[in-house]
């Protein structure tokens, strides 16, 4: 059996706030409290320890999609990994009927060997007024047969369905999703805020990266936005990368929603850890200029190209939050959301040995998994 590890000296994040010159015990896979004798000390002074990353909402990067073929997956696991992310639930784009059942039993798979924590399904059934980067031509309403088809077709597996809950169908899948255990999304939607407050109140609980892809608020006509931030039930997803949200509405989410509400996602397709360039996103052509994904015909942004560790140096560098509910929103929130904060989320005993080192300026400098490092750090 290996050695344990046993952390010292870092700026240690922990669900009860921060510790300076903390200490961190890797037993195996898992986080323990306390050390065997022929421990390793490893001296991370002058970093910050924090949990692994957990993102909801992925959709690729590396230059592969959760859309292609296993080893694609398997690529784009890899490549947010590397940035910090432990845990990822594998996100589809909008797509026929029989290529999703396809795709949901591949990821099933997957989810099953352990690669990734589950499936969420954003489309096909949202709104057209709203459809950002997904095709019109494959929309349909939500019905909740065709849900449940999908569920299905997941094994288990699903975590998450995106729908525009307006539509014809929307609030009974609504609760057929919430029957099985399935987290419902408000979406690519252009519900009202009386029709928004009926589907929280039918059972959905997370609202899918809010403000992009839903009605403006508006002083007569508050909309979904007013409502999905108002609600207690509800967690908010926000795509941190300086392009899908300005500022001021990062801070008017998180003063309203409050930190223990919001969970940071990247929303990456298949450009995130690459570089500028063509890529697929579902059946449509995006280009990449200058990190921001659009589509070429006609220049909807196209997801990102983010990754989780850059989202957490901006929301500390740029957005001056707190570290703390930088941490909460990028692994303790997401981890809870999805029933998986026994395991995750947390520098915790008996948790799992997912661990993010950052330097004084946050910039990543090494990952774990698991106990196994995924970037090893040079210290020294």
């Known amino acids: 059996m290996a050695p344990s590890k046993v952390f010292t000296g870092a700026r240690v994040v922990l669900p009860t706030g921060i510790v300076d010159g903390g200490r961190v015990i890797v037993d195996g896979t898992r986080i323990a409290g306390h050390a065997r004798g022929d421990a390793e ?9 924090v949990p692994g990353f957990v993102d909801l909402h992925n959709h690729g990067g590396g230059g592969a999609s959760f859309s292609g073929t296993a080893d694609d997956v398997l690529t784009a696991v890899g490549t947010h990994r590397r940035h910090g992310t432990t845990t990822l639930v594998a996100s589809t784009v909008t797509d026929d009927m029989g290529t999703l059942v396809k795709q949901a039993g591949l990821l099933s798979e997957l989810a099953e060997q352990g690669e990734i924590a589950g499936i969420h399904f954003e489309g096909p059934f949202i709104s057209p007024c709203r459809k950002g980067a997904h095709s019109e031509a494959l929309l349909r309403d939500p019905d909740p047969a065709q849900v449940r088809r999908l569920v299905d077709a997941a094994r288990g597996r699903a975590r998450m369905m995106t729908l525009a809950t307006e539509l014809p169908g929307g609030i009974d899948s609504v609760r057929l999703l919430a029957e099985q255990g399935v987290i419902a999304a ?50 908010i997803e926000l795509i941190n990368d300086g392009v899908h949200l300005h500022p001021a509405a990062l801070e008017l989410a998180f003063h309203h929603a409050g930190p223990e509400r ?81 395991r995750v989320g947390s520098l915790e005993p008996g948790k799992d040995a997912d661990l993010v080192l950052l330097d004084e300026d946050f910039a990543l400098k090494g990952v774990m998994r698991r106990g196994a490092w995924v970037v090893a750090p040079q210290l020294g």
Not at 303 to 320: E, I, P, Y
């Open 41 to 49: 000390t490893i001296d991370v002074r002058g970093h910050w320890l």
């Open 186 to 235: 408000v979406g690519h939607t252009d519900a009202t805020y009386e029709q928004t407050v009926e589907a929280i109140d039918a059972g959905a609980t997370v609202a899918t990266h809010l403000f992009n892809a839903m009605p403006p608020v508006g002083h007569r006509a508050p909309g979904p936005v007013t409502a999905l931030l108002e609600d207690e039930r509800v967690t």
């Open 262 to 342: 919001v969970a940071f996602i990247t929303d990456a397709m298949d450009a995130a850890g690459t570089g500028d360039g063509r890529y697929m996103l579902g059946p449509l052509q995006v280009e990449v200029a200058g990190g921001v994904a659009r589509l070429v015909e006609g220049g909807s942004i196209a997801g990102s190209t983010l990754t989780l560790d850059r989202a957490f140096q901006r929301a500390v560098t740029v957005d001056r939050l707190p570290v703390e509910h930088v941490v909460a929103a990028l692994s303790a929130n997401p981890a809870r959301l999805l029933g998986m904060d026994d």
